[in-house]
């Protein structure tokens, strides 16, 4: 389903259509609540138009009419509105700020995680991780592909076979070849990422665990086994990145240290081999992270 940017439409008609077209585009983006709310009349009235006018611009723009493009309006506002008002920036301490932004909203995330976290079921995980013959990872968008790529970073090294896939076609066909000796982690903020909610139904279909790392209400965390709550909250601060990526990462570490821990001594082995084949890269230096 593609979304209909109404807004832009507005702003392309303000600035290129005729007399008439312009003002009410004016008038409309220069206060879009008032319009997605206003009588026809009272629009027309502020514009200098007729109603008929008001009418055809709607049918224009590609609504069905007044009321479709007042609904289309609301929209905006409820979906992107903060964006559209934005605060002025304040240029004061701004480095400061910036800084202060990050570390805090960082160390809020992973701290909600902290406080959410059942260490009983993160083992549980690390259970079925350490016992499956193929684990897969799926996550689709800019947060959970991350997340899906770096839970096969952590655990190859602990010596499981794992493949993160970020393509919904791959997670499909991928869940598709699953078995009882298969697991199935399933990445989303969102739980609703229809790609992952299908591969993850596909997987179960054929007997594999399935484990969800996303928000406890949603739709993927009903279909899969078990759900790690991964919740990010809405944040009013436009210019920042999410801070919830450090909770997903938060979450797969515990994973991986619990597999790790739960494996003991004999993963060593795998990370010496790992740190032997990156010295000849000028990366003998013990302290640094193993391929990192």
């Not at 938060?250 to 739960?262: C, H, K, N, Y």
Request: hydrophobic share 45%; proline share 4%.
């Amino acid at each position: 389903m593609t979304t209909t940017d109404i807004v832009n439409r507005l702003r392309i008609w303000a600035a290129d259509g005729s007399k008439a077209e312009r003002r009410l585009a004016e008038v409309i983006l220069a206060d879009i609540e008032y319009a997605s709310r206003a009588p026809i009349a009272d629009l027309a009235l502020r514009a200098g138009v007729s109603e008929p006018t008001v009418t055809r611009f709607c049918r224009a723009l590609g609504c069905d009419g007044v009321r479709d493009f007042k609904f289309k309006l609301a929209q905006v506002l409820a979906i992107g509105g903060l964006y559209l008002f934005p605060e002025p920036l304040v240029r004061d301490e701004r480095d400061a700020r910036i800084v202060d932004a990050i570390a805090d909203g960082a160390a809020n995330a992973m701290q909600r995680v902290r406080d959410a976290i059942d260490m009983g079921t993160v083992n549980d995980v690390a259970d079925l991780a350490i016992k499956a013959r193929q684990i897969y990872v799926f996550g689709s968008g800019g947060v959970s592909s991350m997340g899906a790529v770096e839970m096969q970073n952590r655990l190859f090294r602990l010596g499981l076979s794992i493949v993160a896939h970020t393509d919904g076609q791959m997670q499909r066909m991928s869940a598709a070849v699953c078995d009882g000796h298969s697991v199935v982690f399933a990445i989303s903020a969102s739980g609703a990422a229809a790609s992952t909610i299908e591969s993850v139904r596909v997987a179960r279909q054929y007997g594999a665990r399935t484990i969800a790392i996303t928000h406890p209400e949603s739709v993927l965390a009903k279909e899969a086994e078990i759900c790690l709550p991964f919740v990010i909250p809405p944040d009013t601060q436009l210019y920042k990145p999410t801070s919830g990526r450090y909770a997903l990462l938060f979450l797969v570490d515990l994973v991986a240290m619990t597999v790790a821990e739960s494996i003991g001594p004999s993963v060593l082995e795998g990370l010496r081999r790992i740190r032997v084949s990156l010295s000849g890269l000028n990366m003998s230096d013990p302290g640094r992270p193993i391929g990192d």
